[in-house]
């Protein structure tokens, strides 16, 4: 089981806007580390959207933007195209035993 | 910039899987490398990662059955996983790290297209 989780699906109509909740631990996003989010569109490999929390990676449309708070963090995407239909997972560390790097466990992104 | 993953496929339950991972586009040693896996219907999972030096560090939960590798002459780094189950069935990525160290803050990016390694007799 991952020690980050995710609702596993969010929806939402053509333009609207949805959030992705991912939620840790004292031992991984309350201790700090960063948050960074991929998108897994189907039948291929995953692709940075957000790094370092907040910051979105090269090419990344604005629609997507990243939050984090304490033991939680988000990832908002305005606008909803068909094509972010897709998984969507967040990525940290923990530090828990020897230390991980962990996944959320995912979000499946449904456009209505 | 290309990752590409090869020697998946059929594995014997028990037995062991090795993959390779080849880089291009640029200065292999000039980042560490990690294998990140994907199990039917399931989540990511953080394999491990090698350092530009060989350090390496391991997923506590495959630590005992996993050894990555690297071999910077032919710009490659391997996987190999012993003692193989049905629930070593998956989607093998291999994935570049933001720098030469080894980071708890570290992102993966890019990503090789991944390849299938399928466990079963």
């Known amino acids: 089981q991952s020690v980050l989780t995710q609702p596993p699906s969010v929806s939402g109509a053509p333009g609207q806007k949805v959030t992705i909740s991912c939620t840790g631990s004292s031992s991984n996003l309350g201790a700090g580390y960063g948050v960074h989010w991929y998108q897994v569109l189907p039948g291929t490999a995953p692709k940075l959207l957000i790094f370092d929390n907040t910051n979105r990676h090269s090419g990344v449309p604005d629609r997507f933007s990243g939050s984090r708070s304490g033991t939680s963090a988000s990832l908002a995407i305005t606008g909803l195209q068909a094509d972010d239909e897709a998984e969507y997972y967040c990525q940290s560390y923990d530090s828990s035993l020897s230390g991980s790097h962990v996944f959320g466990t995912g979000t499946k992104v449904t456009v209505l | 910039v290309q990752l590409l993953e090869s020697g998946g496929g059929l594995v014997q339950p028990g037995g062991s899987l090795r993959l390779s991972c080849a880089a291009s586009?640029?200065?292999?040693?000039?980042?560490?490398m990690n294998w990140v896996r994907q199990a039917p219907g399931k989540g990511l999972e953080w394999i491990g990662s090698i350092s530009h030096s060989g350090s390496t560090y391991y997923n506590p939960s495959l630590k005992s059955r996993v050894t990555i590798s690297v071999d910077t002459s032919r710009n490659q780094f391997s996987l190999k996983m012993i003692s193989v189950t049905a629930t070593d069935t998956a989607m093998y990525y291999c994935a570049r790290d933001l720098g030469p160290v080894i980071n708890p803050d570290n992102w993966f990016e890019p990503w090789g297209q991944g390849i299938l390694v399928t466990v079963s007799s």
């Open positions: 586009g640029f200065t292999f040693g000039s980042y560490a």
